[in-house]
Every structure is written in C-alpha cells, then in structure tokens.
C-alpha cells in the first residue's frame, strides 16, 4: 500500500484528481469504478476543472459504480444517480452509453446484479477504482460481517451507515435502508485501486485498513491483500496511523 497523508481536504481532492486524469491520459479507454459520498465531491470537481482547461479527454472513457440506494427514485437529490450526474457527468465529455450505474429500481434485482458484474467483466474489468470509506470500514456498501459477497448484491445497510448517511437527508427515516452495492471480488479485481479519505471521523477505519488485522468484520482491510494501492488521507484521516 502506498499511503499520502496530505495536509486538507482540498489537498487529498487535487491530488486524487491528478491520478485519474494521469490514468486516463496513459490509457484513454480506461475503465474506472467511482465512488459516490462527501468524499471524492472536490476530486470530481478538480477533474471536471481539467476537463474544461482541456487537459483530460473523457470520450473513451467506462464507469462504473460502486453502488446505489434501493427504493429512491432516481431524481431523489440523493440518489447516486442524481450525485453522479449532477457533481460530474453532466460536465464531462463523457459517452451516455459508457456510463454504469447500479440500476436498483428493476423488478428482477438477482438478474440486475448478475448482467452488472457480466458488463464489468465485458468492459475487461476495472483499471482504477476509486474507493472512500465508512466510519465502520465499509467500502462501496459491503458492510462489515461475518462473511462478504464477492459479486453485485443487494446489501441491508448497517446501523452506523444509516447513521452517517442521515445527515444527506431530512430525517432519519427518510435514509435507505438497502442498497445494491458492487461485491468484494470486482472491487478486488481492479487494477489499481485509489481510497480516499478525509476527517477524523475516518481514523479509526483508516488505521484499521492499513494495520489491522486483515477481517471481513473491516472490509476495507482486505485491501491490505491487493498489490496496487493507493492510499490518500488528509492528516486529520491519518491520526491514529
Ligand atoms: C457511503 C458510500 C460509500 C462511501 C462511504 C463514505 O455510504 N456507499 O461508497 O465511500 O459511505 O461516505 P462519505 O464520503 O460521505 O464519508
């Protein structure tokens, strides 16, 4: 793991930015899993920002998601679709066609997950994916547990995560309670992975993820056993390292 503390946030979003477009700009059909969340919110407007000064070229470029509340329209202004659009998408040059979010209001969501991982897997896998974290450890929506999902699969949200999530929303009770989140295997299988994260509410899972004990109950330490990542914590995230 290759970590960068860097001093704020503002600092962890250019330089987060900075490997995307150099990913893009060495493979300009890359494939990249995006993250959703506070977290990569300065990094997609750093990109959209080079987009514009004309310094990186989204019109080959494949997205996929990591994940997506069920039972929220799409235009819900907290939907990922709507974040995804709205914070990055819709000020890129990128294809309609090549973008990839977990549709989660289907009938059929066992057969939604399974034709999600058969594109992943068409579209050659994932070169970057781009991961923030819970405060338990989380990573896309696969929560701790005894046991992790290695494909797409609707997942029931963990208390802390509703927790964490309720301040995106008028009241708790308005928060999903499920989601259909990419599995441990595509996330795993990527090329290269980016996690990023900001804020002492982070600390704890940051330690965790780099020094702990490698346990489905952290599902970010898993990490620990992929050769490529990059790890990029602003110095309140890294505190407890
Ligand atoms: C959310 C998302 C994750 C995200 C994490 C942290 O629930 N499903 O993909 O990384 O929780 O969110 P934030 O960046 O807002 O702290």
Known sequence: MRLHVVEDYKEMSAK???????????????????????TPLG???????????????????????????????????????????????DHINIASENINIPPANKENLEEVCLKYDRRIRKAGGIDLQVLGIGVNGHIGFNEPDHKLKTGTHVVDLAKETIEA???????????????????????????????????????????????????????????QLHTDVTIVVDEAAAKAI
Do not use: C
């Open 16 to 38: 987060a930015a900075n490997i995307v477009s150099s990913q893009i700009i060495l493979k300009p059909n890359s494939v990249l899993g995006l993250a959703t969340g506070s």
């Open 165 to 223: 999530n309720s301040r995106f929303f008028a009241t708790k009770k308005g928060v999903p309670r499920q989601a259909i989140s990419m599995g441990m295997s595509s996330i795993m299988r990527a090329q290269k992975i980016l996690l990023l994260a900001s804020g002492e509410q982070k600390a704890q899972a940051i330690k965790k993820t780099i020094s702990g004990k490698i346990t489905t109950e952290v599902p970010a330490s898993l990490l």
């Open 43 to 89: 990094m997609y407007e750093n990109l959209v920002e080079m987009h514009k000064r004309g310094s990186v070229d989204f019109s080959e470029v494949i997205t996929f998601n990591l994940d997506e509340y069920l039972n929220l329209p799409l235009e819900h202004p907290q939907s990922y679709h709507h974040y995804m659009y709205n914070n990055f998408f």
